[in-house]
């Protein structure tokens, strides 16, 4: 068997959403905690691929984490999630201090992030993972930063979820009334800003206009936002000059007084 990998991928800053799942995805691979995707044979002129992964030990990939979640500073950050093998069992701790541990011997910046995990209930377990900026400093926070973050529930008619509330703030803003699109989801706790209690990605299809029209109506969304006691982070990276699709994550403060 061979590895699936023909080459060390290249981090692309203007291309995150492609490059830095796959460049943080080999690492995982070389140190052998990611899916291990190996080559087991050929097929009609294909390559067949299975995992190589020893009995227990479970896996982990890199997804990509929207540049509006990324800790202040960051030059590439990736959401990791790691799934245990639960046909045999897998020490979830152990397992989790080994992929940490991995990830910093390469330079990376690892956080045990989000709602607390439990083994017991929880499918897997999220690392929020990056790298700085040069010069940069990553920030300090704690472990249970992140421990205030209430259980998730299931609202039912008539009830509105809070990704509904946001959704139809956010569309009071002209701005966004006149894009062709807006709609609110839900994002992995472990891309929350630690000081959140209540948090969602919002996507924006704005209509189309030059970089400074869209500049300008983001902040009209967030002045709409902060109005109801929510926070507004778009990406530090500057819009370029044509978007078809902008992100915003959308908070609440732990201590504001929002809103049902």
């Known amino acids: 068997m061979r590895s699936a990998w023909k080459q060390r991928p290249v981090y692309d800053r203007s291309n995150p959403s492609r490059t830095a799942p796959s460049v943080v995805n080999y690492d995982l691979d070389q140190l052998k905690v990611g899916e291990n995707r190996v080559v087991v044979g050929r097929k009609d002129g294909y390559d067949l691929h299975d995992r190589g992964i020893a009995p227990g030990d479970g896996w982990s990939r890199a997804l990509y984490a929207p540049e509006c979640t990324w800790p202040q500073g960051a030059a590439l950050c990736v959401l990791v999630e790691w799934y245990p093998d639960r046909k045999v069992g897998s020490d979830w701790t152990a397992r989790l201090k080994t992929v940490t541990s991995g990830l910093r011997s390469l330079d990376y910046v ?19 993972v990056y790298r700085m900026e040069a010069g940069k400093t990553p920030p300090h926070r704690p472990g249970d930063a992140w421990a205030h973050i209430p259980a998730s529930r299931t609202y039912t008619w008539p009830e509105k979820s809070p990704l509904e509330l946001m959704e139809g703030w956010l569309k009071q803003a002209k701005a966004a009334r006149s894009g062709a699109r807006l709609m609110v989801r839900d994002v992995a706790t472990a891309l929350w800003p630690p000081e959140a209690d209540r948090c969602g990605l919002a996507r ?9 029209a869209v500049n300008g109506g983001l902040r009209e969304m967030a002045m709409t936002m902060w109005d109801i006691g929510y926070r507004v982070r778009t990406q530090e990276r500057a819009l370029p000059d044509a978007v078809e699709t902008v992100d915003l994550l959308v908070y609440r403060e732990a201590t504001a007084d929002g809103l049902a």
């Open 110 to 128: 690892v956080e045990w992030a989000g709602r607390p995990i439990d083994p017991t209930k929880d499918l897997h377990a999220n690392l929020l």
């Open 204 to 212: 924006w299809w704005p209509a189309q206009g030059s970089a400074e």
